[in-house]
């Protein structure tokens, strides 16, 4: 994937703005590319310089829900500026907490971040929890580059990969990949016991279990929504433990847990 272009501003404030497209946001709409490089300028700004003929893409008058494509020139007008806020401040780490960030690298490139994620380290911010590796992300931010961000999670007391995007546009395809399930996610958990069918598909509906808040979720073959797994022994221990390999084909809460019980086969050590 090629490194993402950096807008151009070739002219000083208080003049018309030019930004060549960046190979990062190629396809993007004009009022997004405007929430993504100028936050600042509000979309009431952008729709009234788009109608007025103010906007030009190639020097031609653009509407806001123009694609945008990568070496097209944008002329920006003067101003505009509705927002005072001011812009998020880099978060203070501590050495030990840039040591932490480094040591779960598993691949970094111009595009992304792969992590390994510890259990026990939750994947974002929540109440009373102010340990995550969101809050890890600033030491991963050099100079005038975009913070990476995340785009999907794992349960706190999970371990394993995490994607992390590098920029805007890695974290738009990225986040279209998982909310459109074409990116494949495997899990491996020690069960208890081993499956009397080796390799198979559990279906079994979901739902949230009465008194527990939402915490813990049942099977519920009445009211639940449907739920499917995927799974195959990959080794067992004697007929004690087996190591599984999962593939949820659907993303109900706990899914992973509930279906591994729901067969016979909880997994070890979980507390839900």
């Known amino acids: 994937m090629s490194a993402p272009d950096a807008p151009q501003d070739d002219a000083p404030q208080l003049e018309v703005r030019q930004f060549t497209v960046g190979r990062d946001d190629d396809g993007i709409r004009l009022d997004r590319w405007f929430k993504r490089h100028l936050p600042q300028i509000g979309f009431g700004t952008v729709s009234r310089w788009a109608r007025t003929g103010q906007i030009r893409v190639d020097g031609k008058r653009a ?41 779960m690298v598993i691949l970094e490139n111009e595009a992304a971040i792969v992590l390994n994620k510890p259990p026990g380290l939750a994947t974002q911010g929540g ?22 961000r995340l ?41 208890v016991g081993v499956p009397d069918v080796r390799e198979g598909t559990i279906e079994a509906p979901l739902a ?15 009211n639940g929504q449907i739920a499917k ?29 509930v279906h591994c019980a729901a067969m016979g086969n909880p997994i070890v050590g979980d507390g839900k």
Request: glycine share 8%.
């Open 127 to 148: 109440t009373k929890t102010t340990r995550h590796v969101d809050g890890l992300l600033d030491a991963f931010v050099q100079g005038d580059d975009p913070r990476p």
């Open 229 to 257: 797994t995927r799974y195959r022994v990959v080794e067992t221990a004697g007929r004690k433990a087996s190591w599984l390999e999962l593939e949820p084909l659907t993303g109900r809460t706990h899914q992973l847990r």
């Open 151 to 191: 785009v999907h999670r794992l349960d706190k007391d999970t371990s394993g990969v995490l994607l992390i995007a590098r920029t805007p546009g890695s974290a738009a395809h990225f986040s279209r990949r998982f909310s459109g399930r074409s990116a494949r996610k495997v899990y491996w958990a020690l069960v």
């Open 208 to 222: 949230k279990q009465p008194g527990t808040g939402g915490e813990k979720m049942h099977v519920d073959e009445e």
């Open 63 to 103: 509407k806001p829900d123009d694609r945008l494509a990568t070496g097209q020139q944008l002329r920006v007008p003067p101003g505009g500026e509705s927002d005072t806020r001011k812009p998020r401040e880099q978060r203070e780490l501590s050495a030990e907490d840039r040591e932490q960030a480094e040591a």
